[in-house]
């Protein structure tokens, strides 16, 4: 089975410093790894996804994330946080195709990180 | 090109009740996933359709049911509504089921009195 963890319910960080969302998984085989944001009363939105390739992913609106199989971690980040990066965050990983996954299964997402920056 | 557009976008019902929730996937899709989010649960994969056929179900009792139709649409039903069954249900859409890349309509905000 396929698992989400978002260590964080909450992350606040001061305008213009750095943020980092962190986001480990547990899944057999390849993961296809994904992060979305969600603003008040509106759906999700894709950031990023990491299939293979480079470790490091770059994604809308200037967000990354860094994927480490050795701690099978996928943590966002983005060098310098803007007020209007505040919103929710869903990681959320999917069973590899190559893993014997197809992308059958659905989505399965972490609980979400609120992530507060303050001006 | 529009987005996944979803109907209607808040609906409130009685316990009992039963409910019609749509789906228009963006133009060109053919897959439709189906997401039941609250606060206590989180984000959960109800099903996924595919051709008019679901692929796959998540954990949820059989009150929850859906659909797809030949052009892509799709619609989930919920029966005996529960108080419990408050949520926002969330619609995804992408190019096949071995896309990797899902995009979310705004929600449908099911009130359950």
């Known amino acids: 089975a396929q698992s989400v963890a978002q260590p964080e319910d909450q992350v606040n960080v001061a305008e213009g410093n750095p943020l980092t969302v962190k986001c480990t998984y547990s899944v057999s085989g390849n993961p296809y790894l994904f992060w979305y944001v969600q603003y008040p009363n509106r759906g999700l939105q894709f950031l990023l996804k990491?299939?293979?390739?480079?470790?490091l992913v770059k994604g809308s609106y200037g967000f990354e994330a860094e994927f480490n199989k050795s701690q099978t971690s996928f943590h966002l980040k983005k060098p310098s946080a803007l007020v209007s990066d505040s919103a929710l965050y869903f990681c959320a990983v999917r069973w590899g195709a190559e893993s014997g996954g197809g992308g059958a299964d659905g989505l399965t997402f972490g609980k979400g990180t609120h992530l507060i920056i303050q001006p | 090109k529009a987005g996944v557009t979803q109907t209607p976008r808040y609906l409130i019902k009685t316990r009992g009740q039963q409910v019609t929730l749509s789906c228009s996937p963006i133009?060109?899709?053919?897959?439709v996933s189906w997401y039941q989010q609250t606060p206590g649960q989180g984000l959960q994969f109800l099903f996924e359709y595919f051709s008019e056929t679901q692929r796959n179900k998540g954990n949820f009792p059989g009150r929850f049911s859906g659909r797809q139709f030949s052009n892509s649409r799709s619609e989930m039903n919920v029966s005996t509504l529960e108080l419990g069954d408050s949520a926002l249900y969330l619609c995804?859409?992408?190019?096949?089921?071995?896309?990797?890349?899902?995009?979310f309509g705004p929600g449908t905000r099911l009130t359950v009195l």
């Open positions: 133009s060109g899709h053919r897959s």
């Open positions: 990491y299939i293979t390739g480079d470790n």
């Open positions: 995804a859409s992408s190019r096949g089921p071995d896309s990797n890349e899902q995009f």
